[in-house]
């Protein structure tokens, strides 16, 4: 191939907008506000504005074909003549492809997953029997000519075959997708010819699953598609993209391909990996030095250094950001509350995009060239490093101190003896997850006191008068453990993170979750310190309200950690301890006010779960660590409750027992109980709450149904350890459905319970 080797560009970028005007778009669009012609002008315009503001910063390469309407992932199907049949009717082809994103009235959307370790969800494609691989390229072709138009280096970037196949699902009795490789390939080298007529110098394909188990063929396959891909006659020159890890056996692999380029994660990957590839002497090894997910400004003088010894070892060497950075907010120039020294620490999406650039103008140009951005960069570093913030003495030595002690509780019998003697719990008790609706008027008096319209007292006096409408309606209900319903909770993590120090939020720091769905994730800077308790004023008023027992909500450490921006300047793990240590002393503050249950929810466990096998144990072992260190400050007669949000455990079944939790709940409704018999197989013997309704439905379930779901955990679960519950919180429902499906959960509780009795 002819086209010149590029040499700063990024992985790939956001697309919902600095100020998120394509959620603003797509959903009025959903709801009749916004024409078609409005919304995909809006999405012109955001592609435009990316594109020139790349460019200008000094990228010579360009991803495009990253904006999507809704996921990449779903494009990608749509790309390969892969949507379901159930969407075929819809005429119009954006409907249909809303309708495959989010389903319809008679449409049932694709599951939706968790995108690697990251919290982005892509939507998985369904391979049947009968889906039969045909390009449509229309997408890119459009996005790749818009783009050179306006005279942009574009380079489409596209997701690739063994990715694509290896997460998308089998349906209709289908064997497993990635068995269909060598249909695919055929498609893939057509849309290759057809880029480069329409101009394309570079195509880059994303092939993250080569960092994962997921396939143990991975580096053979990677070789046979690449080395298919790599022989098209004039095509454009071929990037694979690697990232979230090491690619391991895969590297080699694709660099004895004919693939002109080979980008790897140089964060979470080694430099030592590509120094021991001899074939990477003839390719681009495009470097991804420039943290793509995380928020943190680039050691400038680190990666020179790095990148330095990388020279020697490859054809030619691109600077590039470690992944997309649709991982993090676009831009620090919106966050004006932060102090100047915290600020110096960070780099957002526009920032990170500087870094690039600077680095590889110093490796064209020499250090000398960008003196001045790294003794700005040097500075950042020693500031950060010397911070008093990042350092709290004494909660490391109360972490220490502890751990020393032990984190083991007393023998779980003994705990379900004195809990009981204390509680008078009936058999099958029933609770809930810990959240009720979060009606409009609860989000205005939020949206009002945080706007200053309303003063504190009035805030508080507000949210009580809520918990004591839920409390009444669960007394009305007949619930045995009630809970205070979080109607002061914006998020679950979000309001521990504005309560500890070591952490602080953005104004507009939001990255895309979904579709158009997008979260602003807290970032945890220095050490954690719980100054004051959190939650106990209002666990402790919704208790003065009745005489059952109220269970005390909290979020746990690695849930918190899971959904924030991190330090990295430390072990997770020691970040999870000081978490841990918080939620600990909340926890012992709970106890001592008079509450006897308490719940720390952990529904993050298995997304923090790394992509190798070989580092899954270690996680597992923190992890499991954190938990234990936040509840077993409390007595014996404390009943400890978590809460799971998924019930396909696969390798955190074992952890989840060693969570040592009095009551587990985990959601079971859609897997119909078989989620007991694997929790008992990994030996786990304390009490459980499988989800008996699904949450994530509008639909009321009756009381038939949830007695005959309870009939069948018991089958595997004896009535004292037995929990009934819906299977996750219930703020996203309205108060109808929420008041009707309780109303059928309490009676078909005590139906069971008399069957049983
Ligand atoms: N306690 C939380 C709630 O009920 C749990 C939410 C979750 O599992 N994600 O909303
Ligand atoms: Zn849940």
Redesign the pocket.
């Known amino acids: 191939m002819t086209a010149q080797p590029f040499t700063a560009t990024i992985t790939g970028s956001p697309r919902i907008g600095p100020r998120r005007e394509l959620k603003r778009a797509t959903e009025g669009y959903w709801a009749g506000r916004t024409s078609r012609s409005e919304l995909e002008s809006v999405a012109a315009s955001l592609r435009r504005d990316a594109w020139s503001s790349l460019v200008a910063a000094g990228l010579d390469s360009v991803p495009v074909n990253t904006f999507s309407y809704y996921d990449l992932m779903l494009d990608t199907a749509v790309m390969l003549g892969a949507l379901p049949p159930r969407v075929h009717d819809v005429p119009d082809e954006l409907d249909r492809y809303f309708a495959a994103a989010r389903g319809t009235e008679d449409i049932a959307p694709l599951e939706m997953t968790k995108w690697f370790d990251t919290n982005y969800h892509y939507l998985v494609p369904e391979i049947s029997p009968a889906t039969r691989f045909t390009l449509n390229p229309a997408k890119v072709v459009a996005e790749l000519k818009e783009a050179l138009q306006q005279g942009i280096p574009a380079r489409p970037v596209i997701i690739g075959p063994i990715t694509f196949l290896l997460l998308s699902k089998a349906v209709d009795g289908a064997g497993a997708p990635i068995d269909r490789i060598d249909e695919l390939i055929p498609v893939y080298c057509e849309l290759l010819s057809l880029l480069a007529d329409a101009g394309a110098a570079w195509v880059q394909f994303d092939e993250p699953v080569l960092v994962t188990d997921i396939s143990a063929d991975a580096p053979v396959l990677a070789q046979r598609v690449y080395s298919a891909l790599g022989s098209v006659p004039a095509r454009p020159a071929i990037h694979v993209a690697t990232y979230f890890g090491d690619p391991g056996e895969a590297l080699p692999a694709l660099a004895r391909t004919p693939v002109e380029a080979i980008g790897v994660d140089l964060v979470a990957g080694a430099t030592a990996a590509v120094a021991a590839v001899p074939e990477l002497a003839g390719k681009t090894l495009v470097a991804g030095i420039v943290d793509g997910r995380n928020v943190w400004r680039t050691d400038l003088e680190a990666a020179l250094s790095r990148l330095a010894t990388l020279l020697g070892s490859v054809g030619s060497l691109a600077v590039s950001t470690s992944c997309s950075t649709l991982h993090v907010p676009y831009t620090l120039a919106f966050e004006t509350e932060l102090d100047d020294n915290l600020r110096s620490w960070l780099a957002f999406g526009a920032e990170k995009v500087r870094e690039v650039v600077t680095l590889a103008r110093a490796l064209r140009d020499g250090r000398e060239a960008v003196a001045a951005e790294i003794a700005a960069s040097n500075a950042a570093v020693a500031s950060r490093r010397s911070d008093p913030r990042l350092r709290n003495e004494q909660v490391r030595a109360r972490i220490d101190a502890i751990l020393a002690a032990g984190i083991q509780r007393g023998p779980s019998a003994q705990r379900r003896a004195t809990q009981n003697a204390r509680l008078h719990l009936p058999p099958l008790p029933t609770t ?4 009720y609706p979060q009606t409009p008027e609860i989000r205005k008096t939020r949206a009002a006191f945080r706007a200053g319209e309303i003063d504190e007292a009035e805030y508080v006096r507000r949210m009580k008068a809520e918990i004591a409408a839920v409390i009444a309606l669960q007394e009305r209900l007949g619930l045995d453990v009630l809970v205070h319903g ?1 109607p002061e909770r914006n998020d ?1 993590v979000q309001y521990f993170a504005e309560q500890l120090d070591g952490f602080v939020a953005t104004q507009n720091g939001w990255v895309q979750s979904y579709g158009s769905r997008c979260v602003r994730p807290p970032i945890l800077y220095g050490d954690v310190a719980r100054p004051h308790p959190m939650t106990v004023e209002w666990i402790t008023y919704a208790q003065s309200l009745t005489d059952k027992p109220v269970k005390g ?1 909290l ?1 746990g450490p690695v849930t918190i950690l899971a959904w924030s921006f991190v330090r990295d300047d430390q072990p997770l793990a020691d970040t999870a301890y000081q978490i841990a240590l918080a939620i600990r002393d909340e926890t012992i503050d709970l106890q001592s006010a008079g509450i006897g249950i308490i ?1 720390v ?1 952990e ?1 993050a466990l298995r997304e923090l779960l790394p992509l190798r096998r070989a580092a899954q144990d270690d996680y597992l072992r923190w992890a499991v660590g954190a938990f234990r260190l936040a509840t077993s400050g409390v007595s014996d007669s404390t009943q400890i409750h978590t ?1 799971l ?1 998924y019930s396909e455990f696969g390798e955190v079944i074992g952890a989840i027992a060693d969570l040592d939790a009095d009551v587990t709940s985990i959601e079971a409704a859609r897997s119909h109980m078989e989620v007991l018999d694997d929790l008992n197989a990994a030996g786990f013997a304390n009490s459980v709450g499988p989800g008996v309704y699904d949450i994530h439905s509008p639909r009321v379930p009756s009381t038939e149904e949830i007695a005959a779901s309870l009939r069948a955990a018991l089958q595997a679960v004896p009535p004292q350890r037995l929990w009934v519950n819906p299977d ?4 996203t429902r309205t108060a109808e459905e929420v008041t009707a499906s309780l109303r059928n959960m309490v009676a078909a509780a005590a139906k069971v319970r008399s069957e049983a009795a």
Request: with cysteine.
């Open positions: 809930t997850i810990g959240s979080e679950m909500m979020t719940q929810d529904p809460h949000c996750c919180g219930l703020k």
